[in-house]
């Protein structure tokens, strides 16, 4: 299942790059990937179009849809909920105050291109913050507080970035925030690169090497503790790995919706629920998954885009809710 995900993933990465507002021959693509990768030099516009744009997009879909997909797994086990998505512990709506007080406010204005990102991930860091100590103060991070902790909060963040746009002198200012609230790719460069990277990297190599204590959480905290797993420790610890991780995506790509939800469930109707297997081929797949979603968002109505989150709608809510009509799959101990 990993090496077909994986050359699916890889086919598709390169194959991805020519879709756009100028479409390209697969021979023109190849030629420049040989070029850069080998050396040598090619036509200086199909150059620009291959390397410095959709390289990098492609690239950031991979990543975005690979962490979306790995918190996502991370999270339903988490709180032990089958509905739970990467957004449920407010750090996407903190995300999008930070990003609304950038467009709106000009917040972080001296960092240039890099001030969205900066206060998104700001927003995010923030309302992770705030729903950890307010957890913690009303008794630990038990499954039902973070739930209904992150959903209160999720709607006082969305309520206050919808403030700030209503009270914005700028007629653009709401556009400009809802493209980037429903996600986008088009922001993509090399030099954002390497911070989801290494979240994606750095937090889905934490979860594969406790993949033990997470099925042990899993089946419940009472068996995980007869087990030997510290369950208030590795529940902190998730939560905080967790929020990074969204909070690193959310800060480059804006909300992105059913990736986390969907992807998850579908690597264990695929592998089963052991989070060893569940982990590496939700990845893969979410990767997969965005790299054609991005895709579809590019050519749907060229030479505009659609933001991301339009299209996993449209493909992720008739998808989940064919899961959730098979008899065989369970989640946890329920059945669906």
Known sequence: MLTVLAVLLVVSAVVSIGFGAEPLAPRIVLDVLEHRLFGGAADPTYDAIVWDIRVPRT??????????AIAGAGIQTLVRNPLADPYLLGVSSGASVGATAVITLGLFAGA????????ALAGALGAALLVFGIALAQGGLTPLRLVLTGTVLSSA???F??????RSADP??????????????????WDQLLLPLLAVLIVGGVLFAGCGWLDALAAGPD????????????????FVLLAALVGALVAVAGGIGFVGLVLPHIARLLVGARHRAVLPVA?????LFLVWVDVAARVMVRPTEVPLSVVTGLIGAPVF?????????????ASS
Do not use: C, H, K, M
């Not at 690239?59 to 979306?68: N, T």
């Not at 493209?179 to 088009?186: D, E, I």
């Not at 990845?283 to 990767?287: D, R």
């Open 59 to 68: 690239i950031l879909a991979v990543v975005v849809g690979a962490g979306l």
């Open 112 to 119: 240039g291109l890099w001030a969205l990102s900066l206060g």
């Open 157 to 159: 963040f969305s309520a």
């Open 161 to 166: 970035a919808s403030f700030l746009v209503f």
């Open 172 to 189: 653009q200012a709401a556009q400009s925030v809802l493209f980037w609230l429903l996600g986008s790719l088009s922001g993509a460069a």
């Open 223 to 238: 068996t995980a503790a007869s087990l030997g797993v510290p369950v208030r420790l590795v529940r902190n610890v998730l």
């Open 283 to 287: 990845a893969l797949a979410g990767a």
């Open 321 to 333: 809710l064919l899961l959730l009509g098979r008899r065989t799959y369970r989640f946890g101990g």
